[in-house]
C-alpha cells in the first residue's frame, strides 16, 4: 500500500515511491512511501504559510488540547509504534518502544509549555514608559530529522514548533518513513487546522533543499550529519533565516583510575553499542586511566562477549543490526582504516552469519589507539569504540576535549573532586556522571558545542530560543488628556 503525504490537510499521492526494507531481513519490505515533488514541496510551504497567522493566534489551551491529544495516542500505541521504529530501523523492541513512549512524553511536555510562550515585563528606566519583551512565534518551520532517533527527534522538534505557534513542513529521513508517517497520522488527526502541519517524504538532495532554500520557511531545524547541517546553515542564513543545528558528536568516555570497574564497563558497553552505536551521543572514544586500563579491557571484552547479535524484534537479541547496507558500509570501512592506522582490533567487528539476510555486525573494540587517528576523530555511527590509554586525570580531560566537535561526555569516578572538576573543564553540551553519554532526559534541553550545534539548544524550555522571536516593545503612557 502507498503511504501518502500530508499537505494542507489531505492526504496526497506522491510523484514516486520508495521501498523501505526491514534491516534485520531485507526481504521483508515494510512498505511503499510516497516521494513528493518540487511542486508539493512548494504546495506545503504555502500551505504551512497560508496556516501562520490563525495558528499563530490561537488559544493556548487549544495548542495544548492538540499536543496533549497526541501525546496520549502515541503514549497508549508505544507497543505497535515501536515494532514498526524497531523492523524499519533496527533498534531493539525495548530501545523502540521506549523511543515511542519519549516521544508521547516530549508532546505532553510541550502541551504545557503552550501556556508558558508570554511575554515579559520589565521596570523601565524612564518614568511613564511600559517595557515588554514580547514572544512571537518564529513562522514556518522546516523540520529535517535523522533515521536513528525516528520518533523522539520528530516529536522534540514538531511539538515545541506547534506549541509556541508555528506552523510546520516535516521531511523526515527516507530510510525510516514508516515511524514518521504513523506519527503524521497520528497528528493530522488531533485537530489542527489544515496546513499547521504537513509531512513531505523524500529525499534531502530534492525535498530537503526545496525546504531549506524556500523563503517563506523563517527557520529550519535539523539534526544529522555535520557537513549536511553546516550547509543547510550556510544556505538558510544566506537567505536571512534561522537554523538550528544539532549535528556529529566523537563523545569521550572518561574511566578514571578510582573508578566502580563494573560501572564503567557497563557505562561503556551501553554507550558504545546499544542501538548498534547510531546515536550521536554513543561513547566512541573511551579514555582509560593506565591503573584500571586491563581490567577494563578483559571486562569489557567478557561483556562484548556474551552480546546476542540479532533481529531487532526478536526478544533475545541485545544489538540490532545495522540501519541500512550504506551505513554498513561506512563501517566496514572504518575497521578497515583502523586496522591500517596500526590500532588493535581487541574483539568484534565482524558479520554475523544469521538465517536471515540482514545487516548484522559485531560490535568492536580497538585498543592501543591515539586520539590522532581517524577512528578517534570522524564520526563513524556504528557499534565500534576505540580505548586510548593515559597516564593522568589531566590528559584524559586534555584527550577529550581534543577534538573538533563537543557533543556529550562522561566521567566514571567515585572521587566527588574528579567528578567535579571533569563537568567544569569539559568542552561539551552535556556531562554525564557515572551514566552512558547517551540517553538523556525528555525534558532537558539538548545541546553541543564547537561543531557540534549550532543556535539555541533543543528540547526543554530553552528551545523557546529557537522557536520564538522577541520583539520588545517601549510604550510612552499617554498623557490622562489625550487618553481615550
Ligand atoms: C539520546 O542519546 O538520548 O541523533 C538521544 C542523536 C541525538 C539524540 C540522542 N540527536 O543521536
Known amino acids: 500500500m502507498l503511504r501518502n503525504n500530508f499537505i494542507a490537510g489531505e492526504w496526497v499521492r506522491g510523484d514516486d515511491g520508495i521501498e523501505n526494507v526491514n534491516p534485520s531481513d531485507t526481504r521483508d519490505i515494510i512498505d511503499l512511501y510516497a516521494v513528493a515533488g518540487a511542486k508539493q514541496v512548494k504546495d506545503a510551504i504555502d500551505a504551512a504559510a497560508s496556516a501562520l497567522p490563525a495558528w499563530s493566534l490561537c488559544s493556548p489551551l487549544k495548542r495544548f488540547d492538540v499536543l496533549d491529544t497526541i501525546g496520549t495516542e502515541i503514549i497508549s500505541r508505544q507497543k505497535e509504534l515501536g515494532d514498526c521504529l524497531a523492523r524499519e530501523e533496527g533498534k531493539t523492541l525495548d530501545e523502540a518502544t521506549a523511543e515511542a513512549a519519549r516521544a508521547g512524553h516530549l508532546f505532553k511536555f510541550f502541551a504545557t509549555e503552550a501556556y508558558r510562550s508570554n511575554s515579559e515585563g520589565y521596570e523601565s528606566i524612564r518614568q511613564s514608559v511600559e517595557l515588554s519583551v514580547r514572544r512571537e512565534p518564529l513562522g514556518v518551520v522546516g523540520v529535517i530529522t535523522p533515521w536513528n532517533f525516528p520518533l523522539a527527534i520528530p516529536a522534540w522538534k514538531i511539538a515545541p514548533a506547534l506549541a509556541y505557534g508555528n506552523t510546520v513542513v516535516f521531511k523526515p529521513a527516507e530510510l525510516v518513513s514508516g515511524s514518521a508517517w504513523l506519527l503524521a497520522e497520528i497528528i493530522s488527526r488531533a485537530g489542527l487546522p489544515e496546513g499547521v502541519f504537513n509531512l513531505v517524504m523524500g529525499r534531502g538532495s530534492d525535498v530537503g533543499q526545496g525546504i531549506v532554500s524556500s523563503s517563506k520557511v523563517t527557520g529550519v531545524t535539523f539534526t544529522g550529519s555535520t557537513p549536511v547541517g553546516k550547509s543547510i546553515g550556510s544556505t538558510v542564513f544566506d537567505r536571512g533565516g534561522r537554523v538550528q543545528l544539532e549535528m556529529g558528536g566523537k563523545n569521550p568516555l572518561v574511566i578514571c583510575g578510582d573508578a566502580d570497574i563494573d560501572v564503567a564497563v557497563d557505562c561503556a558497553l551501553k554507550g558504545s553499542f546499544f542501538s548498534t552505536g547510531q546515536r550521536c551521543t554513543a561513547s566512541s572514544r573511551l579514555i582509560v586511566e593506565e591503573s584500571i586500563h586491563e581490567e577494563f579491557i578483559d571486562k569489557l571484552v567478557d561483556r562484548m562477549s556474551s552480546l546476542r547479535i540479532g533481529d531487532a524484534r526478536s526478544p533475545e537479541t541485545d544489538i540490532g543490526p545495522v540501519a541500512s547496507e550504506a551505513q554498513l558500509e561506512v563501517d566496514l570501512k572504518y575497521l578497515k582504516i583502523g586496522d591500517e592506522e596500526g590500532a588493535v582490533r581487541r574483539f568484534g ?133 489625550n487618553a481615550v
Open 349 to 481: 567487528g565482524d558479520l554475523v552469519q544469521s538465517d536471515k539476510p540482514g545487516y548484522y555486525l559485531f560490535p568492536a573494540l580497538f585498543t592501543e589507539t591515539t586520539n590522532t587517528m581517524r577512528i578517534n576523530r570522524e564520526e563513524i555511527f556504528g557499534p565500534i569504540a576505540a580505548v586510548v590509554r593515559v597516564s593522568s586525570f589531566d590528559e584524559a580531560i586534555e584527550v577529550a576535549n581534543d577534538a573538533e566537535v563537543g557533543l556529550s561526555a562522561g566521567v566514571v569516578s567515585t572521587s566527588p573532586a574528579r567528578i567535579k572538576e571533569f563537568v567544569r573543564r569539559i568542552e561539551a553540551g552535556m556531562a554525564q556522571v557515572n551514566l552512558p553519554t547517551a540517553g538523556m532526559d525528555f525534558h532537558a534541553p539538548f545541546t553541543g558545542r564547537k561543531s557540534s550545534s549550532f543556535g539555541p539548544p533543543e528540547k526543554g524550555s530553552y528551545c523557546r530560543e529557537f522557536f520564538t522571536q522577541a520583539k520588545v516593545v517601549h510604550e510612552a503612557e499617554l498623557p490622562a488628556i
